[in-house]
């Protein structure tokens, strides 16, 4: 009889430590596709992370350059300032010199 309750006992215990097994493994696929979820996760922060250092790189040589660029704009506009100053001169005398030899013609 006391052999017959530890077998019946010794039955119930091996179930469950199957059903442990089981509930076991579960957890374990469980918790690892949760870290699976998370290395891609970091891989996907990671890639932003990089994609934003690029970025702000990106940024500031555009910055530089526009920086640039105005300067030349700027020296452009003073040639060109330069430029229309010799043509009015020019004009003048042009103007001047035609009014010149009109009135000596006159004479």
Same mark, same amino acid.
């Given at each position: 009889? %006391?052999?017959?309750?530890? %077998? #019946?006992?010794?039955?119930? &215990?091996?179930?469950?430590? !199957?059903?442990? *097994?089981?509930?076991?493994?579960?957890?374990?696929?469980?918790?690892?596709?949760?870290?699976? &979820?998370?290395?891609?996760?970091? #891989? +996907?922060?990671?890639?932003? $992370? =990089?994609? *934003?250092?690029? /970025?702000?790189? !990106?940024?500031?040589?555009?910055? #530089? +350059?526009? !920086?640039?660029? +105005?300067?030349?704009? +700027?020296? !452009? $506009?003073? $040639?060109?300032?330069?430029? *229309?100053?010799? &043509? $009015?001169?020019?004009?003048?005398?042009? &103007?001047?010199?035609?009014?010149?030899?009109?009135?000596? =013609?006159? /004479?």
């Amino acid at each position: 009889m %006391q052999r017959d309750g530890l %077998q #019946a006992r010794l039955t119930q &215990l091996e179930r469950e430590l !199957e059903e442990h *097994k089981d509930n076991s493994a579960k957890l374990q696929r469980q918790l690892d596709n949760w870290q699976d &979820l998370k290395k891609g996760d970091h #891989a +996907e922060l990671e890639t932003l $992370r =990089n994609k *934003k250092v690029e /970025l702000e790189v !990106e940024g500031q040589e555009a910055k #530089a +350059e526009v !920086e640039r660029l +105005e300067k030349v704009v +700027e020296k !452009e $506009r003073g $040639r060109v300032a330069k430029l *229309k100053d010799v &043509l $009015r001169e020019w004009k003048v005398r042009f &103007l001047f010199g035609c009014h010149t030899i009109y009135s000596t =013609n006159l /004479l």
